[in-house]
């Protein structure tokens, strides 16, 4: 797409996810510094260990103590070019903040993410006030990659091979570029807004976007293959997995990305007030997130249903502490087995405990199912090797499949983790492409 | 309970803890106030002739997020009338008849200080104290620090104050001299019955990087300033224990420098003051400080068996020795707590680049020298290759291993190591007995 459309004004005013606010606002310059100067600076920190991008921590902390903002955000970027979303959507509770050695002196942890966003916040407000940007791209070096979706990992890869002078072209089927982290991620941790001011500024450094157009019907494996230097593929997952339950196939049962791209970006979608009670199937974090989601909506009753323990659920504890203080409830080793409909609209869902045959009717108006999203493998197995999860394997350094000058990243190749996982992959395949022609990429450690 | 009642050359007060002669003590009614929170004695504002002041006036250190650490001023005496300062002194004297009311003074001419020693007299005062510190502004009149690095004028002067006094002198000193000895004998010498220090070092707090003007400033510009606050105390503490070892320093001390707590008073208490002076830490924290700085002194005086605080007065000073009599043989080493460590590497990052090489770590590679004990005597010309440690049985991986054998036992570590009682450094036997340089000199081993 030439010209670089404001995505930003695209979206209406009128979305769902603007009702929820940050709950970890940016920090004041004030909160900050007491909370920079907190910290220990611990030397081979276990925070760096935990990051999967292993960013400078403290070193980028001690930045912002000395009010070096520009510095500390360079810090960050080195690492981690996503290092504004990564600052507000990582699960730092279970990585960095979860490794910080303060836990081990019953301290509060560091705020590392929202430190992180002040630093990155500020350090990209300064390269608007001053005109003068944080990295330079390198003249241009003649090669050209390929990067399937528009997500964290394809745009992390296309940064870092775009400041070393290689002309990155991303593909993405959908009008709006960003991934999950404009369609999928949790508002009260980040609107769209922010997600697609992050693409923009990613996109600056020389990335060419071309939206609209689909992997594997627009364009082919092949083609781009003989076209490009290079492929990224960094395509996500697909649609949500379903348990095809008796009665589920119509209004009020719902996929939970599917649900969740609406509320955060479908003009005047609204959850209609006969919806007293919600329950959402799953035990992973895109259920715990939609039942907060919709608790914070306003949905008078959240339910989660989960087929085994508390403790078997993948997703996290703090994510579910944090859920259950807006209201949501989890009823643990219950199985859904059918849904009822009065008038074609969902009246319950029934569900069995721990196996017994004895189903238990919940009452209830809307169903949300979220027990993972199709992989996208499959449709590649024909040219690269794909395990028996769907994901696509790769080489765990360069993060090339089986396929030469074929490389993958994010959750097509884990099965679906987090942002920084993907912005690690992204980085670690442009800096082994970068290799591979024989450069030495400028950013590396 | 211990007693905290001082006696100071004739001045008496309820505990030792006097305001020093600072904004704290401008008028009669933040010393009435002072004295209804608890402190002891208070030395009023320096009184002199009439002065202006500038704006602004203060500056202060900041570390890591901690607030006036170190602080400066470049306010002058009292800008106040003296016979509005008399008249208080008078009111404060008249209303806390067992509280000590001290005057600090500094004019120039013999009739000047005649005069305003009279004038303290008549209103009351306790005490007069002789400013012969103040490092900016009035030293550059020939009074304040111009005096107190001059012994001959400052015996002088003393001598004079001694001539028209009826009551106790206290001369106090500037830090601002290569040696204390000399003024404090000059002070001895001049008839004084006391001496107080330090006096601010003369200073400059910083300079604003925006604009690049001095601090603190006033318009484009700013002078050198008087330093105090916690960040002096160690330059305060040495100097009051030079004087209190000296025997010929007859007097006794009150000990001024950074004394924000009990703790620091009983410091400067146990190096040979009789009483202490506070500014900065009532600048920040307001009088209300002094209510436990009564308390924890007089917890800490009954912990250590002593009856009064006087007993407590220049406890610590044999310890100060030269450096030529201290034990060669002395030895401890770095042990840590395995259970106590977090694993923050601090230890070793401070060890490794700012001390002897001696803590290894497991936790990652480490770069620390790798050769046989040597204590430093064969040459290192090369930087050594990092090493993966395999961690020693039975000690978490995150805990890093002290060289026992190379360990100078320099407190580096446990210096920077922020858990509490983690790293202790544990005395070494040594059979060879206690041997000190001089030592070896007279035996003419060196």
Redesign the interface.
Known sequence: MAGKPNWRESLSPDRLELKLDDSKPLFSRAEALTEANRCLFCYDAPCIQACPTSIDIPGFIRKIATENLRGSAKTIFKANMLGVSCARVCPVEVLCAGACVYNDLDHQPIAIGRLQRYATEHGLAAEVQTGQKLFEPKPAIGRRVALIGAGPASLACAAYLALEGVTPVVYEKHPLPGGLNTTGVAPYKLHGEAALAEVEWLLNHGIELQTGVEFGKDITLEDLRQQFDAVFLGMGLGTDNRLNLPGSRSAGYWGATQLIAKLKGEPGFQIPSTVRHAVVIGGGNTAIDIARELAMLGVPKVTMVYRRAESDMSGYRHEMKAARIFGVRLLPNASPVSVSREKGEVCALNVTFNGSEDAVVLPCQWVVEAIGQEKQGHQLSTWLKIDAQGRVVTDSKTRQTSLAGVYAGGDCINGGKEVVNAAEDGREAAFAMLRSWGFSPSLAP | MADLKTHMCGIESPNPFWLASAPPTNCGEQIMRAFDAGWGGAVWKTLGKPIVNVSSRFGALDH???KVVGFTNIELITDRPLETNFKEIAAVKKRYPKHAVIVSLMVETKQEWREIIARSEDAGADGLELNFGCPHGMCERGMGSSVGQEPAVLEKITSWAKEFANIPVLVKLTPNVGDILPPGLAAVAGGGDGISLINTVKSIIGVDLDNLTLLPRVGQASSNGGYCGPAVKPIALHMVAALARDRRITIPISGIGGISDWRDAAEFIALGSTSVQVCTAVMRDGYRIVEDMIDGLSGYLDRQGLSSVKELVGRAVPGFLDWGELDLNYKVVAKIDAEKC?????C??ACLDGAHQCIH?A??TCNAYHGEADHGKNPRLEVMPPVQHRQKAGVPG?VPNVDEAECIGCNLCQLVC??PDCITMEEVTNPAGKESWNDRVAAGKV
């Open positions: 890591r997020g901690t977090i694993g923050c590497n601090l070793y990052i770590t936790k990652g995150h922020p858990v």
